[in-house]
């Protein structure tokens, strides 16, 4: 089964730092693009930053655009965000998907990171 | 960027009957819609993909049809469990965006 285990969210300060990872399992993680959506509390979805397959080209929201950056590790089967400059606007939960099908086909549980003062 | 626009907003229907969420796309985007089930507390799940093409392991009772800019979802009597906020969401171009959602409700 394709599963998406998702670790590393937590509290910041406004400015702060930290990296979101999640580890893929059940399907060969070297050939999928994958992504990251998040969802501000009671809000909608949020598309936010995708990697292809190889690792090249990433593409980013405006909204993170040069505070966040996506990596991948093929030979770990893991996919990370490491999220910069944190923003109070910035909290919400985030979820690791596979995009499959062209559609995000398989989510991760989420990982909820609060940026306060 | 491309606006998707959800309709209606809430839909209250009693198990079995028919639901229909429409949405609405700020320019043509082809096909390249799908739909997504997201249960409170939950993370989204795939339900329609390339507008018309039900995801892995989803009910016949969920089909999507449509489009140019005009979309629908259509749950053909529903279950307990298809209770949930329902979104659309556009790949033909980025930034990739999401409709803000309909919430299907007893």
């Known amino acids: 089964d394709v599963q998406l285990v998702q670790s590393g969210g937590g509290l910041r300060q406004p400015g702060g730092s930290l990296k979101l990872s999640c580890g893929a399992s059940?399907?060969?993680?070297?050939?999928?693009?994958m992504s990251w959506v998040r969802q501000a509390p009671g809000k909608g979805l949020e598309w936010i930053s995708s990697?292809?397959?190889?690792?090249?080209?990433?593409v980013y929201s405006d909204s993170v655009k040069g505070r966040f950056t996506i990596s991948r590790d093929n030979a770990k089967n893991s996919v990370s965000l490491q999220m910069d400059s944190l923003r109070v606007e910035d909290t919400a939960i985030y979820y690791c998907?596979?995009?499959?099908?062209?559609?995000?086909?398989?989510w991760g549980q989420g990982a909820v990171v609060t940026v306060s003062s | 960027e491309i606006v998707l626009t959800q309709s209606p907003a809430t839909l209250s229907l009693s198990p079995g009957e028919r639901a229909t969420l429409s949405c609405r796309a700020s320019?043509?985007?082809?096909?390249?819609l799908n739909w997504y089930q997201q249960r409170p507390g939950q993370a989204p799940r795939l339900l329609i993909y390339d507008a018309s093409d039900r995801a892995t392991d989803i009910p016949a009772r969920f089909s999507g049809s449509g489009s140019g800019t005009d979309f629908t979802l259509t749950i053909s009597s529903l279950q307990p469990e298809d209770f949930a906020v329902y979104y659309c969401q556009q790949r033909n171009m980025w930034p990739y965006t999401f409709g803000p959602g309909t919430k299907v409700d007893i």
């Open positions: 059940g399907f060969t993680f070297r050939a999928f693009e």
């Open positions: 320019q043509t985007i082809s096909y390249h």
């Open positions: 990697i292809s397959s190889t690792g090249r080209p990433t």
């Open positions: 998907t596979r995009v499959g099908w062209n559609a995000f086909d398989y």
